[in-house]
């Protein structure tokens, strides 16, 4: 099994254009997290998701979109990119036994 | 609101010596706190639930609900231990956030 899968792994975009990250995953999880990681300051939540057609915001959601019309696919749209967005993002997913997270290797996405 | 806090950003122990990562949470709810470590090219991934009072790799942490904290100890630290450490408090809605990560140097 793949486990949670990320793509792409690296972008540069400029100011104003947007991109979306894409998160998928084979472990038949119903919850789904997008994070973002910037240096000290830990992962903060941008968006969670329950189940399929269940969406919610994080810590940090201004800028950003999500969906989750599947259960295995959560991409994160940013519309008008800033370079406030550039940072490291991770996707992840969750059973309801236990609770524990499982993370994608991360995207790196630089905006200049 | 719910808040994870780890104090420290980064900790140096010489091997051997014992360590302990704090972290401290603020939830008014039943929690459900975790520890992950994130070592040099790898992914996330998770080290210990305090559901299941485990010991992972020599590692224990106990759940203080009167100090609200869960702090990470290891008695004789090892290079390999070397990490970046995250304390993660998951909510009743399945919501889970992360502490800011301290990072661990075990110096030989």
């Known amino acids: 099994n793949a486990g949670v899968t990320q793509t792409p792994k690296f972008r540069i975009l400029k100011i104003g254009q947007s991109m979306t990250l894409q998160c998928t995953q084979d472990?038949?999880?119903?919850?789904m997290y997008w994070y973002r990681q910037d240096p000290g300051m830990g992962l903060k939540l941008i968006y969670y998701?329950?189940?399929?057609?269940?969406?919610d915001k994080g810590e940090v959601p201004n800028g950003y979109n999500v969906s989750r019309s599947t259960t295995e696919d959560f991409p994160l749209r940013l519309e008008l990119a800033a370079p406030s967005q550039t940072s490291v993002y991770f996707c992840a997913c969750g059973g309801a036994q236990y609770n524990e997270a499982f993370f994608g290797q991360g995207t790196r996405l630089t905006v200049v | 609101a719910q808040r994870v806090t780890q104090p420290e950003k980064l900790l140096s122990v010489f091997k051997g010596a014992p360590v302990e990562l704090k972290c401290n949470y603020s939830y008014s709810g039943s929690p459900e706190l975790f520890w992950y470590v994130q070592y040099s090219r790898q992914r996330l991934q998770l080290l210990l639930r305090h559901i299941s009072r485990e010991s992972i790799k020599g590692f224990t942490a106990d759940l203080n609900k009167g100090e609200t904290s869960f702090h990470l100890k290891k008695p004789f630290a090892q290079e390999e231990d070397s990490a970046m450490y995250y304390c993660a408090l998951t909510t009743g809605g399945f919501k889970t956030i992360f502490g800011a990560g301290t990072r661990l140097f075990v110096k030989a």
């Open positions: 998701s329950v189940g399929a057609g269940i969406t």
């Open positions: 472990m038949n999880h119903n919850y």
